[in-house]
């Protein structure tokens, strides 16, 4: 299968700090990239979909202004968390699909964000 | 609206057959994924059925009915490893995946 490389792959940062994920996909185009969050025994929750060269489409209730997302080209794309909280603690997940239609999303590896 | 339902909890012995079922309601259909999720760590792909029937691949099988609305994936021998949360995702019209809350597996000696 495709591989998709997310970096890092755990982060400790301190509050009012602005931490960076970036996903990478190594072998194919990825057209759309979806970022997951997922708090412990839950499950994923769709934060954003980002279309290459396009703004992200964020799910309601995620502040765009605080998850900057950038797909500015079809391997990589990036999350910046601005002004991190102790309760953006969490798992944050990247999935890359290449072209449109295609029904198979490609995984990260993950990140486990902590701010303290 | 969009809704996919899972038992939160299953517990099975070693060696055993253990089936998760899943049922969807989605804006459109283009299919229907199962991914096993490990403790701490990113979901891997299972499955993934768009026609009606079973699909089988080495211990897991999994199932869908597009009439009924209906999955299951099915693990026989089950392996201590084998425990984990399962997911069953449906993919809409649109192609956005809709997820379930998962299905935590404890496998028993």
Not at chain 2, 28 to 38: D, E, K, R
Not at chain 2, 44 to 58: A, H, I, M, Q, R
Not at chain 2, 75 to 97: P, V, W
């Amino acid at each position: 299968g495709a591989v998709v490389s997310q970096h890092p792959s755990w982060v400790i940062c301190k509050s009012g700090t602005s931490v960076k994920i970036e996903c990478r996909s190594l072998d194919f185009q990825a057209t759309t990239m979806f970022w997951y969050r997922q708090f412990p025994k839950q499950s994923l929750m769709l934060m954003a979909t980002s279309n290459e060269g396009s703004k992200a489409t964020y799910e309601q209730g995620v502040e765009k202004d605080k998850f900057l997302i950038n797909h500015a080209s079809l391997t990589l794309s990036t999350l910046t968390v601005t002004s991190a909280h102790p309760e953006d603690s969490s798992f944050y997940i990247c999935s890359a699909r290449g072209v449109k239609g295609d029904t198979e999303a490609f995984f990260g590896q993950g990140t486990r964000l902590t701010v303290v | 609206g969009q809704n996919i339902d899972q038992p939160t909890e299953m517990t099975a012995t070693e060696g055993a057959i253990v089936q998760i079922n899943c049922t969807y309601q989605t804006s459109g259909f283009n299919g229907l994924f199962w991914y096993q999720q490990h403790a701490g760590e990113a979901p891997t792909f299972l499955s993934y059925n768009v026609l009606d029937g079973l699909e089988e691949k080495g211990r897991f099988s999994s199932f869908l009915s597009r009439s009924k609305g209906y999955s299951y994936l099915l693990l026989k021998e089950l392996q201590m490893k084998d425990s984990a949360s399962y997911l069953c995702a449906g993919l809409d019209s649109n192609y956005q995946l809709i997820w379930g809350a998962g299905t935590k597996l404890i496998i028993k000696p």
